[in-house]
């Protein structure tokens, strides 16, 4: 009998206690970092800005996220997920804060800057903390579960946002949703999460035994670890570092701009924008859960990345294409898109999980998000600087489609081991 198959008896309270908080606290991390596409009018219009230094304003965030990304996944894993977690929690609800009150937009810039800082160790450090508690063969749901919060994040933040907008100002936008790290995320991680099985006393012995039993039996296949300088000699991390990159350009983006396009094709509201915007989110958060679970059965993983990427770019290129001419079918094709644009990330880390032993996934998953969501900052960016040159959208959207396209062709090029305990591959021998 597989360990998966033995998990139904033996509980899982894990998923029902850990997974719902970690990603309570990141859809309200990822709600405080794309909201500004939202304010983004106003800023511009307070502030005398392009649309390249709104995109600047938008992407800045991820030049300070990669600040703490190595030291956020190494202090979890040899101190503590939670109490880091937590730290960082407060400080990047001060600077959301602190986004609201920027006189000038060299104040706003910096105040970005420095969100980014906050955020930056929290990605890794919960990739870690779920490592604790999920055996390799439950890691991709696990991973899909929780990235569902970027989907979720987004389908409350686009109507919130809007309303907020169309009701007040962007610095309101900026007070309220910067209230919320305080008031709902560090209570209830403070709560609810533990470290490791053994912190938890809701964790009954035998869920606790078949925890640490799996997660003895994945190490027992890994080969020994070596020296942390490792991590950049592998050309394997290199490349996950050149696909994630190429898809933070795509996806944020999109995500950045998407508020601005659907209002150019529907001539609507930020009100009504917020609510259409929601759907391409509600498509995601479906085909996270899917290809995730589809991930886990085949362990497929790098065409469960290609597959969406594919989907992405064609679907983008077709949505912006066909325009406000048939408008209806225009946002099905952008839903499609975003879908595919999320759907990918639960077999990515299930594979990035794979690529060094387990003393130093958290490290080399810091590194991987860190100069990956460097892309953060370009897309939004190039995104605002096209659609100054151009005075439109389709050359934004074409260079999104392509970031996305190159990302899944260049997945295809990593193989990534597959050491469930039902199916031991010779170490080396690559599963795909």
């Given at each position: 009998m597989s360990a998966t198959s033995m998990a139904g008896p033996i509980g899982n309270s894990r998923w029902f206690r850990l997974i719902p908080i970690a990603m309570i606290v990141y859809i309200i991390s990822f709600m405080d970092r794309t909201n500004i596409a939202y304010a983004f009018a106003g800023i511009g219009h307070d502030f005398h800005t392009t649309k390249a230094q709104e995109g600047t304003a938008g992407g800045i965030f991820f030049v300070g996220y990669v600040l703490l990304q190595i030291p956020g996944g190494w202090?979890?894993?040899?101190?503590?997920?939670?109490?880091?977690?937590?730290?960082?929690?407060?400080?990047?609800?001060?600077?959301?804060?602190?986004?609201?009150f920027a006189e000038n937009f060299t104040q706003l810039?910096?105040?970005?800057?420095?969100?980014?800082?906050?955020?930056?160790?929290?990605?890794?450090?919960?990739?870690?903390?779920?490592?604790?508690?999920?055996?390799?063969?439950?890691?991709?749901?696990?991973?899909?579960?929780?990235?569902?919060?970027?989907a979720i994040s987004s389908i409350i933040t686009q109507p919130l946002s809007g309303f907020i907008i169309s009701m007040s100002d962007w610095r309101t936008l900026f007070f309220v949703e910067g209230a919320l790290p305080f008031i709902i995320a560090l209570p209830l991680w403070l709560i609810f999460i533990k470290d490791r099985p053994e912190d938890a006393s809701w964790c009954l012995p035998p869920e606790r035994d078949y925890i640490n039993r799996s997660?003895?039996?994945?190490?027992?296949?890994?080969?020994?670890?070596g020296p942390f300088s490792s991590i950049f000699k592998s050309a394997t991390v290199w490349r996950l570092v050149a696909v994630y990159f190429l898809v933070q350009i795509g996806f944020y983006g999109l995500n950045m701009w998407m508020p601005t396009l659907l209002k150019t094709l529907t001539h609507a509201g930020f009100g009504a924008v917020g609510l259409i915007a929601m759907l391409p989110y509600v498509v995601a958060a479906v085909m996270l859960f899917a290809n995730g679970w589809w991930a886990d059965r085949d362990r497929r993983y790098s065409w469960h990345v290609f597959l969406p990427m594919m989907l992405a770019s064609i679907s983008l290129i077709l949505s912006v294409t066909i325009g406000s001419s048939m408008i209806v079918l225009s946002i099905v094709f952008l839903c499609l898109a975003m879908g595919g644009a999320l759907s990918y990330d639960g077999p990515f880390w299930a594979a990035a999980s794979r690529t060094l032993p387990v003393a130093l996934v958290g490290g080399a998953m810091g590194l991987i998000n860190a100069l990956g969501n460097?892309?953060?900052?370009?897309?939004?960016?190039?995104?605002?600087?096209?659609?100054d040159v151009t005075g439109n959208f389709y050359a934004t959207a074409i260079l999104f489609a392509l970031s996305l396209f190159a990302a899944g062709l260049l997945m295809l090029t990593i193989n990534v081991r597959d050491v469930a305990p039902s199916v031991r591959m010779p170490m080396g021998k690559p599963a795909e």
């Open positions: 202090l979890a894993e040899r101190w503590s997920a939670k109490k880091f977690v937590a730290i960082m929690i407060c400080f990047w609800g001060l600077m959301a804060l602190a986004c609201g810039i910096i105040a970005r800057f420095f969100l980014g800082v906050a955020e930056g160790g929290i990605w890794p450090a919960t990739l870690v903390l779920l490592s604790h508690w999920f055996p390799v063969q439950e890691r991709a749901r696990a991973y899909g579960f929780w990235i569902a919060n970027l997660i003895a039996q994945d190490r027992a296949n890994e080969p020994v670890p460097l892309g953060g900052y370009l897309g939004p960016f190039l995104g605002g600087y096209l659609q």
